[in-house]
């Protein structure tokens, strides 16, 4: 049976979008993994409508902080990223991951949602950002921006934040494999080191 790999993180959290490029989809290819995604808001106090990056750092700081992005970025071989000056409250965001959960497209809405903010600048409180996300995976637009305003789903985002705190989640990426916590945009070899220690077999090699 398949170890679960279950996964904190934010689509706005830059070094979540490093792992999600990189190790996560390279630990998927190796390993009989289930990857168990937990919407974790980053910045939970973010007003709506967002902060600019000068409200997190010294105007002065934030070349250094794009710059160091770019450069640890590029060390997991993940380039093309697009620095955003605006950091948005990913509530709603968050709340349509929990409706293309239901609808089997959370992955590929994960991975769109981080494409569209680290890649291509776009707002995740838009609504016509989002509308473009959730049909470029195929879910149905008007559907998805009413769940992400749904007290269904945003009660759904509040339960999996409170079960984050249960098991001491504090910062992200974090990892559990099996029982083991594994914070930090990590190398590939840490996170596969605790995967082997969790008991998950490596797939065979393809030919």
């Not at 959290?13 to 009989?32: H, I, K, Y």
């Not at 409170?162 to 029982?179: K, L, R, S, Y």
Request: proline share 7%; with cysteine; charged share 30%.
């Amino acid at each position: 049976m398949a170890v679960t790999l279950r996964l904190y993180s934010d689509f706005v959290c830059p070094f979540c979008f490093v792992a999600e490029q990189s190790t996560v989809p390279r630990l998927r290819d190796e390993f009989e993994l289930v990857v168990d995604w937990r919407g974790f808001p980053l910045h939970p106090s973010t007003p709506k409508g967002g902060l600019p990056l000068t409200a997190l750092f010294p105007a002065a700081r934030v070349p250094a902080v794009k710059e160091h992005l770019r450069q640890f970025a590029a060390r997991f071989g993940v380039t093309g990223i697009v620095h955003p000056d605006r950091v948005p409250n990913t509530r709603r965001i968050l709340a349509m991951a929990e409706f293309a959960r239901a609808d089997g497209k959370l992955d590929e809405l994960r991975r769109a949602g981080m494409e569209a903010h680290w890649r291509h600048g776009k707002d995740l409180e838009s609504d016509g950002d989002l509308r473009a996300i959730a049909e470029g995976v195929g879910l149905d637009g008007a559907a998805a921006l009413a769940a992400a305003d749904a007290p269904r789903f945003q009660r759904e985002v509040d339960r999996k934040l409170a079960e984050a705190a249960e098991h001491g989640v504090t910062g992200i990426p974090t990892f559990f494999i099996g029982d083991e916590e594994v914070v930090g945009c990590q190398p590939y070899e840490a996170l596969a080191a605790a995967a082997e220690r969790a008991g998950a077999k490596r797939r065979v090699p393809r030919p």
